[in-house]
T-cell receptor, first 114, second 114 residues
């Protein structure tokens, strides 16, 4: 079945540092890929998405490129802020009639210090 | 804010009891999906409802059941509660058309089973 694997362990950075959170996936067909963010005590917010190979999703300074050859969708940001501290989830949605049935990674906790 | 509302926000039950969680979808959305998020884990897909019919189910036992109403709001029912059912339950709605792959999440219901 479909699966998503994120880099393990929390990430701790200083403000203005460069961020990378790795995400790889296993899926049949042509899934859509997403990054969601979860702030403490809240639900999930869509951060960015990509629906086909080589698409780049971007939002609020975050970027991720859909790489079909490496089955990856790594999240990057050039300069993080304290307000970016949250849990980040990579997810995929199968195509066809299974749209919207998301498979999530285990999440990566990001803490940014001033 | 996504416009998806869930109630109640918190709930405490004892093992063996039954619980009903509610979700109001965003205006114009006819598809509702439910997810279970255990502490420290990514959300797991429970099932999806489209126009009042179940449209796919994840790896959850039959004691997890649902309904969708004509106004597209939805309920998640869990019978014979077990300790492992303690989790954050998230509802997500989506719209037909080109953006149907995008799920908009509510803030969730935190269920504790004692």
């Amino acid at each position: 079945g479909d699966s998503v694997t994120q880099m393990e362990g929390p990430v701790t950075l200083s403000e203005e540092a460069f961020l990378t959170i790795n995400c790889t996936y296993t899926a049949t067909g042509y899934p859509s890929l997403f990054w969601y963010v979860q702030y403490p005590g809240e639900g999930l917010q869509l951060l960015l998405k990509a629906t086909k190979a080589d698409d780049k999703g971007s939002n609020k300074g975050f970027e991720a490129t859909y790489r079909k050859e490496t089955t990856s969708f790594h999240l990057e940001k050039g300069s993080v802020q304290v307000s970016d501290s949250a849990v980040y989830f990579c997810a995929l949605s199968p195509g066809g009639t299974s749209y919207g049935k998301l498979t999530f990674g285990q999440g990566t906790i990001l803490t940014v210090h001033p | 804010e996504t416009g998806v509302t869930q109630s109640p926000t918190h709930l405490i039950k004892t093992r063996g009891q039954q619980v009903t969680l509610r979700c109001s979808s965003q205006s114009g959305h006819n598809t509702v999906s439910w997810y279970q998020q255990a502490l420290g884990q990514g959300p797991q897909f429970i099932f999806q409802y489209y126009r009042e019919e179940e449209n796919g189910r994840g790896n959850f036992p039959p004691r997890f059941s649902g309904l969708q109403f004509p106004n597209y709001s939805s309920e998640l029912n869990v019978n014979a509660l077990e300790l492992d059912d303690s989790a954050l339950y998230l509802c997500a709605s989506s719209s037909p058309g080109g953006t149907k792959n995008i799920q908009y999440f509510g803030a969730g219901t935190r269920l504790s089973v004692l």
